[in-house]
């Protein structure tokens, strides 16, 4: 499988300010994608990170809130923005990867919004 | 958007004992994954399934896609304490959507 290294691992952050959380693969990869996975909850797909363009947000996540970087087929970036408590979760950083497309998960990064 | 309902939510189990969950869709899937989840990591894969009727182990692990194409198992046997953890499911509707993610079943094993 692919190896995906997710930076911060965890974070404590002030309310207001923002956040970028790095995603590094050891493989090239066409498909990316960011998920938020709140405490006790199952994971909620944030946005497909597309190389060279935008990236494809779901319903009821914006760019303005959450910007994301993908400038080649190993790195994407996703930023949360102006942070409040409600932010407070785990954000995961997939690649789909392989001959059978299956989706594979970085660590995570924890972060908690005072 | 699709749901798929997995049960049960949370188990609690001797050392020893075998553990059933299940997941359920109210469309057909063409892809069924399980996942397992450590405190502090993200999801990590334990079985893939991709055709109906497909039984497919992985050491105690079993898994199978439900010949409807709407549900699917995972049953471990003689549990140990490492087996403690979360378990998704998680499936595509078609080649190239994106993965549903089941509710989550908490397993707790008591040594």
């Known amino acids: 499988s692919a190896v995906i290294s997710q930076k911060p691992s965890r974070d404590i952050c002030q309310r207001g300010t923002s956040l970028t959380i790095q995603c590094q693969v050891d493989s090239q990869v066409t498909m990316m994608f960011w998920y938020r996975q709140q405490p006790g909850q199952s994971l909620t797909l944030i946005a497909t990170?597309?190389?060279?363009?935008?990236?494809?947000?779901e319903s009821g996540f914006v760019i303005d809130k959450f910007p994301i970087s993908r400038p080649n087929l190993t790195f994407s970036t996703l930023t949360v923005s102006n942070m409040s408590p409600e932010d407070s979760s785990i954000y995961l950083c997939s690649v789909m990867w392989g001959s059978k497309n299956i989706q594979y998960f970085g660590a995570g990064t924890r972060l908690s919004v005072l | 958007g699709q749901q798929l309902n997995q049960s049960p939510q949370s188990m609690f189990i001797q050392e020893g004992e075998d553990v059933s969950m299940n997941c359920t869709s109210s469309?057909?899937?063409?892809?069924w994954l399980w996942y397992k989840q450590d405190p502090g990591e993200g999801p990590v894969l334990l079985i893939a399934l991709y055709k109906a009727g497909e039984l497919t182990s992985n050491g105690r692990l079993t898994a199978q896609f439900g010949i409807t194409r709407k549900d699917s198992f995972l049953n471990i046997s003689a549990s140990i304490p490492s087996d403690v953890g979360i378990y998704f499911c998680a499936g595509h509707e078609t080649s190239g959507s994106r993965l549903t993610f089941g509710e989550g079943t908490q397993l707790t094993v008591n040594p």
């Open positions: 990170a597309n190389q060279g363009s935008e990236a494809t947000y």
């Open positions: 469309s057909i899937f063409n892809t």
